[in-house]
């Protein structure tokens, strides 16, 4: 048990190399994951069959990873399916849900703002944490977390004042874009909490919670398509109805980002995370003037540094204890 709890400086300490990789590599992919998901995913598609997609594939890399670092044999040595349910089964089926609403938002939203409103995760997951583990807020969190929320609902107003992506209604645009992403969003916030309470609890490493949480997640997932839309049209038309060659690149892309989250929470902590949150943003804005043309609407300019504002604040200037600080 005291072997678990303390681990070897080497997965303490990675080098600034591979911590600096990570944290490019999974700003690229928050950035360009919506528009390449737009671009790739056919709405016909059905999004049962690219959630289950994404999950096995986390899991094969999750297992390849573990095998690479020589790690696997005993990783599963000291697997139990009670510790397992217990650690990762909520977080899973909380995930699993999530990842549905985010693929029905990606198809009716701007991309940038389907990023920027996406970003509310931080706020949902402050709340939880602190509803969970007792985490504070500093006043100056407090703030960022304003700003957070009045950049969210200057995109949600602006953008269901307009026709989305697909040419729908502002109504359709509400319902099926800005409606999911932001109960995505608190499902995060949850989720991550309790994520990471059961790391601090179970000791799990990044990979094994990724092969739990996803096979749990798919089960879930596949027990719904009994009485869900998507499970009838699963039965009618097929895993790969619509389904192109493009249309392996945004789950791969999503499966690689599944893994990367993981790690870059382990490796470089909250902070370094928040940069790459506001460094998606503008990768996302970026790629989609380069490949659409389009320019940021209003609301998104004037919301952007709202949100990269607050991303700052909240993580500069955490709570601190006055009890400690006085010693």
Known sequence: MGSAS????????????????????LTLQYGAQPLIS??????????????????????????ILLVAEGSLKAQFSNWSLVGSLTASGLPAAIYALQNSLLQISYKNLDS???????????????FFTYLILGQKQSPKQILALALLITAAV?????????????GGSSDYVLLYGILPVTVASVLSGLASSLCQWAS?????????????????????????????PDGEALRIYGFFHEWTLWTVIPVLMNAVGGILVGL???????????????????????LQFIFDGK?????????????????????????????????
């Open 6 to 25: 303390k681990p070897s400086p080497t997965a303490a300490a990675p080098s600034r190399r591979k911590v600096a990789l990570c944290l490019t590599l």
């Open 38 to 63: 737009k671009r790739c995913v056919g709405q016909g598609v059905i999004v049962t069959s690219l959630v289950l997609a994404i999950e096995f594939l986390k899991v094969i890399c999750a297992v």
């Open 112 to 126: 940038l703002t389907f990023s920027i409103l996406n970003q509310t995760k931080l706020l949902f997951t402050a």
């Open 154 to 166: 200057l995109l949600s107003i602006g953008e269901s004042s307009r026709k989305g992506a697909s």
């Open 200 to 228: 601090q609890v179970k000791k799990h490493t990044s990979y094994m919670m990724t092969i739990e949480m996803s096979f749990i997640g798919s089960m879930c997932l596949l027990a719904s398509t009994f009485q869900s």
């Open 264 to 286: 870059v929470t382990s490796y470089a902590g909250g902070i370094k995370k928040g940069f790459v949150i506001v460094s998606a943003l503008l990768v996302t804005a970026l």
């Open 295 to 327: 320019p940021p609407s209003l609301h998104c300019l004037v919301a952007l540094p709202l949100v990269m504002t607050s991303i700052f604040i909240y993580q500069k200037y955490p709570y601190v204890d006055s009890k400690k600080k006085d010693r």
